[in-house]
């Protein structure tokens, strides 16, 4: 994915919709902006709502996916009520 462009006044740069359209990118979308050696780099973002972000936090994403094979394999154990889950709570 190359294409060339041109800084516009207030720098501003326009993305090709060519690149826009296979990054499926938006007016308004979010980008972070990282200098490199060798050029700039954007990545596009989405922003989580702050009362949200521990749950995006790597550890946390981490025992999710633990969680995931877990269940995946049959290794989780399911309560119909709340009685029967503290019993197996107690248990385990």
Avoid: A, C, Y
């Avoid at 700039?40 to 995006?56: E, R, V």
């Avoid at 790597?58 to 309560?79: A, C, H, M, N, P």
Wanted: glycine share 6%; no cysteine.
């Amino acid at each position: 994915m190359h294409s060339i462009g041109k800084i516009q006044r207030s720098f501003q740069v326009t993305i090709p919709s060519k690149l826009r359209k296979e990054l499926n990118l938006k007016v308004g979308d979010i980008v972070l902006i990282e200098g490199h050696e060798d050029g700039i780099l954007l990545k596009p973002q989405s922003l989580i709502d702050k009362g949200q972000t521990w749950f995006w936090s790597k550890e946390w994403q981490e025992e999710e996916k633990k969680i995931d094979e877990d269940f995946e394999k049959g290794d989780t154990l399911v309560s119909n009520s709340v009685d029967e889950f503290l019993k197996d709570l107690h248990e385990v």
